[in-house]
Each structure stands twice: as C-alpha cells, then as structure tokens.
C-alpha cells in the first residue's frame, strides 16, 4: 500500500553495526506499529505506538528501539545489530475513534511493503 | 501466554478447487478475528474479518467460520484462482470494544498455491 512507505526496502550490514529503518505514512492514522516476520513464525509485533507520546513494547522488543518523531513517522532502530535480527520487517498503522470510554483503535491494520534485512 | 495456532503450513490446491485454512486461539478474551493476505514482496493485507458476536462472514468466494467454544475459526475459498496463491495469515484480538489495545496476535502463514 502507497500509504505506507518503508526505507530501506533491503538492507544488508555487519554485526554491531547500528541501524535505523524508517516508516512513513499518508493515512492519517494516530496508530503505528513495527513487526518482524520469520519463516515460520508468522508476524511478531516488537513496538508500537498510540500517539507521538505514547510508545509500548510489543512481545519481542529486547534489542530494539523505536521513535516516533511525527504522527506520520515512527522509526525502528537495532543499536548492535546481530545476525537473529535477519527478517523481514514491517510497519503498520490504524485509527482510532472515541468511545465512552477513551480512545480505541479500528481493528484493520495497514501495512507498508517491508524491509528485508540481513545482519552478517 | 496469548498464542494463535494455523494449519496446515502449506497447502497446493487445483484451480477451481476449493481450500481450507484453520486457526485455534489460546486467549478466550479475543473478540476480533481478521484474515491477511501477503502476496510475494508486499505487505499483508486485510482480506476478511469476524467479530465474535458473529458465526459466519462471507464475501463472494472467501468466507469465514468462527466456534467461540471451541475456540476455532477457519478461512475458505471457493472455486480458487492461480491470483489466490499467497501466504495467508489469521490473527486474534481483543481489540474491538473500547479501550483496548488491539493488539494482533497472528498464526504462523500458510502458504497457498493454486495449480492452474
């Protein structure tokens, strides 16, 4: 989906090196979220993030961080890459609406194309 | 811990055939229950979804069951096509009613080929 973009689409790097992988969107959405996806393991959600001020871990976060520096940006960065960091990762978003009771998310997510990346 | 399992891994129909994907979730809280299609180098996308006050979705040749007791659902599509083939993922939330996160908990894949 053009909505969502992702930089870079395939990136291959060395072990400890730092990295940064970017998303970007035209949606609108205040919801954002980074995945990872391993044969096998389907897709396994690492962060996301509500707002610009607001960001959670997901189940597998341990050696990585994100950002979120605008409503449309929210970037996913490994500081010492190793080699079980190689999959591919996609970004996400949805919206939200108002209930009675706070703010809740509409169920679809929209995902960007994905960056392949591969850590020697 | 919140678990989604989807069978079978693989799975090589004839065109025109019909095929099933299941899926059984650990979380008896889940309310929410969509169905992403991943074709080759894009990302997945919506397909089809379910809400749990509901038993069956249908739309054109793709439908989906739920059993909220048995804690199943399954994915089906009728006289399949060769743009069929995909890796199609189910996933599990709580996340319709308000407040809640909508956090998505997805299966593994299953990969579709239809043989022309």
């Known amino acids: 989906d053009a909505d969502v973009t992702q930089t870079p689409r395939n990136r291959i790097t060395k072990t400890g090196k730092r990295i940064m992988l970017e998303c970007s969107q035209t949606?609108?959405?205040?919801?954002m979220y980074w995945y990872r996806q391993d044969p096998g393991l389907g897709l396994r959600l690492i962060y996301y993030?509500?707002?610009?001020?607001?960001?959670n871990k997901g189940e597998i976060s341990d050696g990585y961080s994100v950002s979120r520096q605008a409503q449309a940006k929210f970037s996913l960065s490994l500081e010492s890459a190793i080699p079980n960091q190689t999959a591919l990762y996609f970004c996400?978003?949805?919206?939200?609406?108002?209930?009675?009771?706070?703010?809740?998310?509409?169920?679809?997510?929209?995902f960007g194309p994905g960056t392949r990346l591969t850590v020697l | 811990g919140e678990n989604v399992e989807q069978h079978p891994s693989t799975l090589s129909v004839q065109e025109g055939d019909s095929a099933v994907i299941k899926c059984t979730y650990s979380?008896?809280?889940?309310?929410?229950f969509p169905w992403y299609k991943q074709e080759l180098g894009k990302g997945p996308q919506l397909i089809i979804d379910?809400?749990?006050?509901?038993g069956e979705k249908k739309d054109q040749r793709i439908a989906v069951t739920l059993n909220k007791t048995a804690k199943h659902f399954s994915l089906h599509i009728t006289e399949t096509q060769p743009e069929d083939s995909a890796v199609y993922f189910c996933?599990?939330?709580?996340?319709?009613?308000?407040?809640?996160?909508?956090?998505?908990?997805f299966g593994t894949g299953t990969l579709l080929a239809v043989q022309p």
């Open positions: 996400a978003t949805s919206d939200s609406f108002l209930t009675s009771g706070g703010k809740s998310s509409y169920n679809e997510q929209f």
């Open positions: 949606k609108g959405h205040d919801r």
């Open positions: 993030s509500f707002d610009v001020k607001d960001i």
């Open positions: 979380d008896s809280a889940s309310n929410y």
């Open positions: 379910i809400r749990s006050n509901v």
């Open positions: 996933a599990a939330s709580r996340g319709y009613y308000g407040g809640a996160t909508n956090k998505l908990i």
